[in-house]
């Protein structure tokens, strides 16, 4: 696609359910990113995948939170279990890889826990 | 380790005066840097990058950053501010060997008439 896509864009739910947001990144990079963008928080790193390599999940804040990436491409962020302190907006970002390459981020999932 | 330290959570100015956006950084490593921009209801999106080339480097819509080695510093300057300037600025370091960056908590640039 043109642009890193991400579903859906708000998504309303009660506490205690769980919840899967979808990434889908630009054709071709072999990077993935995950942050969350809580209000006055700015971006909180969450997870980070790179081509076939073990992602790297340090800042996942619970074990509640998981991601996977399947074929290198379309990532899914589930949160079980969610919690009020889980609102805030989910981004995905993606790019060619390697420290000095710039991010492409979507438009961010808005999820609300009530 | 790395991090990032954006001075002033909201920058208030006069269309027409001068914009600068502060940003300090931490890293082990020599960095990466960056300038984000997010305007209302839109995504991140690049406004510059430093990575070791010329210290001064220019990105869109007119905004320049200075990477001050001495200062650890990489503040975002635009002469002129204009009203569709404002939106939330964020900085962001990536150490090399680091492939995942680190952001600030951003500031918010208002423009008044």
């Known amino acids: 696609g043109a642009g890193v896509s991400q579903s859906p864009s708000n998504k309303v739910t009660e506490k205690g359910k769980d919840v899967e947001l979808r990434c889908d990144p630009i054709s071709g990079h072999t990077a993935l990113y995950w942050y969350r963008q809580s209000l006055g928080q700015g971006l909180e790193f969450l997870i980070y995948?790179?081509?076939?390599?073990?992602?790297?999940k340090s800042g996942l804040p619970s074990d509640r939170f998981s991601a996977e990436r399947t074929g290198g491409s379309v990532s899914t962020l589930t949160i079980q279990r969610t919690q009020q302190e889980d609102s805030a907006v989910y981004l995905c970002?993606?790019?060619?890889?390697?420290?000095?390459?710039?991010?492409?981020f979507g438009s961010g999932t808005q999820l609300s826990v009530l | 380790a790395q991090s990032v330290t954006q001075l002033g959570s909201h920058v208030s100015v006069s269309e027409g005066a001068l914009v600068l956006l502060r940003c300090n950084y931490s890293s082990s490593v020599p960095p990466y840097l960056f300038w984000y921009v997010q305007y209302p209801n839109q995504g991140l999106q690049l406004l510059l990058k430093?990575?070791?080339?010329?210290?001064l480097v220019k990105g869109i819509n007119g905004f320049e950053a200075e990477f001050k080695k001495s200062e650890t510093s990489f503040h975002l300057t635009k002469p002129s501010a204009h009203m569709s300037d404002a939106a939330e600025y964020f900085c962001a370091v990536s150490g090399r060997g680091s492939y995942i960056p680190t952001f600030g908590r951003g500031t918010s640039l208002i423009v008044h008439p």
């Open positions: 970002a993606s790019s060619r890889g390697g420290g000095r390459e710039k991010l492409f």
């Open positions: 995948f790179q081509g076939n390599s073990a992602p790297d």
């Open positions: 430093y990575t070791s080339a010329a210290t």
